[in-house]
């Protein structure tokens, strides 16, 4: 078997557990995971890390940004920032009216929502509160508070406009709710706004272009461990130190700080290091593929 990620494309409908179960069956594999869910109505790119050693490199991949596009409803908000929760038209305010053009709402965005931006998560999220999953306190109706937390957003570029439905392209770090920057946008605006559909169309460097559905996906489609981790700093082992990290012991050397280091033996990745905080000059492995 391939050890490695998966690129798919999630079409609307399914949950992402469902998709990685889809993705399981097809290639009989048990051990996949995947660096972020999409909520059932979403579609575009997933990446699924397939074989336990592939699971292991996950922690590496998660910061990474992530592009898309998002299909945002004014006028209305939604109990879950998007079209599956229930629906209540806004009423507007005596004298307001729309943008006639998406340079205002442009600008808007230019001055509210670029950078590092303060964001609650939707009640309807994974959020966990309490040990428990937010949108499952949701759904029993129980009453509970979100944090806000900092986000960041890179890019968000208004496409086509025509009140009430707007189209955003929009690129962000790991932890942002597009469905929470509709919501906002639509409080700013104050007009309401919801999330009415999503596309996720790029993971770090990779699209939905490359994607593949996931029925159709084939061990061939899937990127291996030494393509995947070529681009970390790399540590080239001899055998007999390979025998020593592959038993948990340390080998001489020193790491760059905050940087992950991989040992590579004969053009394969073989560990993950760290440095040995008992014993100065030495690294030892945290996690051996």
Same mark, same amino acid.
Request: net charge positive; proline share 6%; glycine share 8%.
């Given at each position: 078997?391939?050890?490695?990620?998966?690129?798919?494309?999630?079409p609307?409908?399914p949950?992402?557990?469902?998709?990685?179960?889809?993705?399981?069956?097809?290639?009989?594999?048990?051990? %996949?995971?995947?660096?972020?869910? =999409?909520?059932?109505?979403?579609?575009?790119?997933?990446?699924?890390?397939?074989?336990?050693?592939?699971?292991?490199?996950?922690?590496?991949?998660?910061?990474?940004?992530?592009?898309?596009?998002?299909?945002?409803?004014?006028?209305?908000?939604?109990?879950?920032?998007?079209?599956?929760?229930? %629906?209540?038209?806004v009423?507007?305010?005596?004298?307001?009216?729309?943008?006639d053009?998406?340079?205002? %709402?442009?600008?808007?965005i230019?001055?509210?929502?670029?950078?590092?931006v303060?964001?609650?998560?939707?009640?309807?999220?994974?959020?966990?509160?309490?040990?428990?999953?937010?949108?499952?306190?949701?759904?029993?109706?129980?009453?509970?508070?979100?944090?806000?937390?900092?986000?960041?957003?890179?890019?968000?570029?208004v496409?086509?406009?025509?009140?009430?439905?707007?189209?955003?392209?929009?690129?962000?770090?790991?932890?942002?709710?597009?469905?929470?920057?509709?919501?906002?946008?639509?409080?700013?605006?104050?007009?309401?706004?919801?999330?009415?559909?999503?596309?996720r169309?790029m993971?770090?460097?990779?699209?939905?272009?490359?994607?593949?559905?996931?029925?159709?996906a084939?061990?061939?489609?899937?990127?291996? =461990?030494?393509?995947l981790?070529?681009?970390?700093?790399?540590?080239h082992?001899?055998?007999?130190?390979w025998?020593?990290?592959?038993?948990?012991?340390?080998?001489?050397?020193?790491?760059?700080?905050?940087?992950?280091?991989?040992?590579?033996?004969?053009?394969?990745?073989m560990? =993950?290091?760290?440095?040995?905080?008992?014993?100065?000059?030495?690294?030892?492995?945290?996690?051996?593929?």
């Amino acid at each position: 078997m391939r050890h490695g990620f998966l690129l798919v494309n999630k079409p609307r409908g399914p949950t992402s557990h469902d998709v990685v179960g889809q993705v399981r069956r097809k290639l009989g594999e048990r051990k %996949i995971g995947h660096l972020g869910t =999409l909520d059932p109505l979403a579609t575009g790119l997933m990446v699924l890390a397939v074989g336990a050693k592939a699971l292991k490199v996950v922690e590496l991949f998660n910061g990474l940004e992530k592009e898309y596009e998002a299909d945002v409803t004014l006028g209305a908000v939604s109990t879950t920032y998007d079209s599956e929760g229930a %629906i209540e038209v806004v009423e507007l305010k005596a004298g307001w009216l729309p943008p006639d053009d998406a340079s205002r %709402i442009q600008a808007l965005i230019d001055d509210r929502f670029l950078g590092k931006v303060s964001q609650v998560p939707p009640a309807f999220s994974a959020v966990h509160v309490g040990g428990t999953r937010a949108y499952r306190k949701a759904q029993r109706g129980e009453s509970f508070e979100l944090k806000a937390r900092e986000v960041n957003i890179l890019h968000c570029k208004v496409g086509k406009y025509a009140y009430p439905k707007m189209t955003l392209t929009v690129r962000c770090d790991a932890g942002t709710y597009i469905r929470s920057l509709a919501h906002d946008l639509g409080e700013s605006m104050r007009c309401g706004a919801y999330l009415s559909g999503l596309k996720r169309t790029m993971v770090g460097e990779w699209t939905v272009e490359d994607a593949v559905a996931p029925d159709d996906a084939k061990w061939t489609h899937i990127i291996p =461990l030494k393509d995947l981790l070529k681009s970390f700093e790399v540590v080239h082992v001899t055998p007999d130190q390979w025998e020593h990290l592959s038993n948990g012991r340390s080998i001489p050397g020193t790491l760059a700080a905050d940087v992950p280091h991989i040992a590579w033996l004969n053009e394969l990745p073989m560990a =993950l290091l760290e440095p040995d905080r008992k014993r100065e000059g030495m690294v030892k492995p945290r996690k051996v593929f």
